[in-house]
């Protein structure tokens, strides 16, 4: 089973940037798909981001074109770019896997779908 630990947030005006990274436990990191999610106040935990096993990447739209996900799977890493951030990004990030496809992890609900979550990072936006 691959753990997850992320870091990396902080407090930013709006169209600032921030990188959140995501280190990960485990041999067969590898195989796994990656994905980001984040989850604002009084709001259900949403998908932002995901990375397969080969590199392959997809968004949510509301952050394609300002994030960038990127693995480094010499170091077990997942990271996040955030560029052009806006207060509406405003939430605790959180990161977990999948033995799949990023078109699975994409699918996949937060509340039901994986076993466990790391205590995430906070990411504030002001505007």
């Known amino acids: 089973q691959v753990q997850v630990v992320e870091s990396g947030g902080g407090s930013v005006q709006a169209g600032g940037s921030l990188r959140l990274s995501c280190a990960a436990s485990?041999?067969?990191?590898?195989?796994?798909?990656v994905g980001w999610f984040r989850q604002a106040p009084g709001k259900e935990r949403e998908f932002v981001a995901a990375?397969?096993?080969?590199?392959?990447?997809i968004y949510v739209d509301s952050v394609n074109g300002r994030f960038t996900i990127s693995r480094d799977n010499t170091k077990n890493t997942v990271d996040l770019q955030m560029n052009s951030l806006k207060p509406q990004d405003t939430a605790v990030y959180y990161c977990?896997?999948?033995?799949?496809?990023?078109?699975?992890?994409?699918?996949?609900?937060?509340?039901?779908?994986?076993?466990?979550w790391g205590q995430g990072t906070q990411v504030t936006v002001s505007s």
């Open positions: 485990g041999r067969t990191f590898s195989s796994y798909a």
């Open positions: 977990n896997t999948a033995l799949g496809s990023v078109d699975l992890i994409r699918a996949m609900t937060p509340s039901r779908d994986f076993r466990s």
């Open positions: 990375i397969g096993w080969a590199g392959d990447t």
